[in-house]
């Protein structure tokens, strides 16, 4: 039997309470650092409480942006979600859920990410696996050594340089799939300090070409590790030359430990074949609206067509109905229409077509596209036209 469960907007006065329940659910510090327990801007912070007032779950809308061909589309990206021991599995989840997605909604959200801890509780309320980011582990002596080339400075960077270093971060992202922005208020981290062990920095004409930011971890001997956060270039010759500067760290860190973008161009300077993998971290989507999320992305220029669905969402019934998509020049239009259609296309189904993890003829098989068996389920292909999502930020 489901409890009667109120969600609403956290205040100041229960976040001692929200910090100990994900603290009891992750296993985190028992001392709250000082943001988890004062208002904090980028973000909305969701509880479902029972009739006494008791705390049984919470949430958190994660304010982001996410880069999807070019255009910026607001997301609720999710984190932190935990309900008390006592009150699993008796629809508590489901509640905070719908409540967090109307509220996304209401302040003009268009879609959302997550990374769970568990895959069942958010397929039933509409996210579907949509990627991994994937951690790699490579031996730091297989790199191979590169001189850096003489119209290339490589320089130490500091706290001045961050905001070169957002920039950069958005011309490689940007026209990507579902990478965040990096932008808002949730980033805007003090600037006296680096949030890093290190930041190594290549130039081209006083340009910056291509950055990598480091934690050097513990220890010199067989188990060391270099941690690379984050690495990227604009150009070949300084993603080789990041590359040959890694290759310096062999003889105190025998391993390099980092997240790649599929097809980048560090990827094109790494033994990529003996990379054996450290870590993965499955990662769901779902549009909070469909109409902001197909209009506000950008689309592939060459992608013309039009197709008509029927879109089942049973907790944003904002969502649920009958929907014609044109496609055209780089942009995209939705609108409700009474015309019939065998295509009856799942929330979940949605969400792996937009981010290109499948294909209407999968999702047939799938059972999250229902069609009559003489109709041609390829017309849903448009919403897939992009090609796969990514995400390279853990939240």
């Known amino acids: 039997m489901h409890p009667a469960v109120d969600v609403r907007e956290l205040t100041p006065d229960d976040l001692t309470a929200a910090w100990t329940l994900g603290r009891h659910a992750f296993g985190s510090d028992p001392q709250p650092p000082p943001h988890a327990t004062t208002d904090q801007p980028g973000l909305t912070r969701y509880g479902a409480f029972d009739t006494t007032g008791q705390l049984l779950g919470k949430a958190v809308d994660l304010h982001h942006d996410q880069w999807w061909n070019g255009r910026p589309v607001t997301a609720a990206d999710v984190g932190g979600v935990a309900v008390a021991p006592a009150a699993r599995r008796r629809g508590v989840a489901r509640a905070l859920l719908t409540g967090l997605l109307r509220g996304a909604h209401d302040r003009g959200a268009a879609v959302s990410a997550l990374f769970p801890t568990t895959t069942a509780a958010y397929r039933a309320c509409g996210w579907d696996v949509a990627g991994a980011l994937r951690t790699l582990d490579i031996p730091t002596a ?225 059972g999250l596209l229902h069609t009559d068996a003489t109709a041609d389920p390829r017309p849903l292909d448009l919403l897939a036209a992009a090609g796969p999502a990514h995400l390279h930020d853990y939240f």
Request: charged share 20%.
């Open 142 to 366: 297989a790199l191979p050594p590169h001189r850096p080339p003489p119209h290339l400075t490589v320089r130490d960077g500091g706290p001045a340089d961050l905001p070169a270093v957002t920039d950069l971060y958005e011309h490689v992202a940007r026209h990507r799939r579902g990478l965040l922005t990096r932008r808002g208020p949730l980033y805007d981290h003090p600037t006296d300090a680096l949030p890093t062990d290190g930041l190594t920095l290549v130039e081209q004409d006083g340009h910056l070409v291509g950055y990598a930011t480091w934690n050097r971890g513990r220890g010199y001997g067989p188990d060391a590790v270099l941690t690379v956060d984050n690495i990227h270039a604009t150009t070949t010759d300084a993603a080789r030359t990041l590359v040959g500067l890694l290759a310096t760290w062999a003889s105190v860190t025998p391993t390099l430990r980092l997240s790649l973008l599929d097809g980048d161009p560090i990827t094109a300077h790494l033994p990529i074949e003996i990379a054996r993998e450290h870590h993965r971290d499955t990662w769901m989507h779902r549009p909070v609206d469909i109409t902001r999320a197909i209009t506000q992305r950008g689309w592939p220029t060459h992608t013309h067509g039009t197709t008509t669905f029927t879109l089942h969402d049973d907790l944003a019934d904002w969502n649920t109905g009958t929907w014609r998509l044109d496609i055209a020049d780089g942009t995209a239009e939705l609108h409700r229409t009474t015309t019939d259609t065998p295509l009856h296309l799942t929330v979940r189904g949605f969400a792996q077509l937009y981010t290109g993890a499948s294909n209407a003829e999968t999702l047939q098989h799938a």
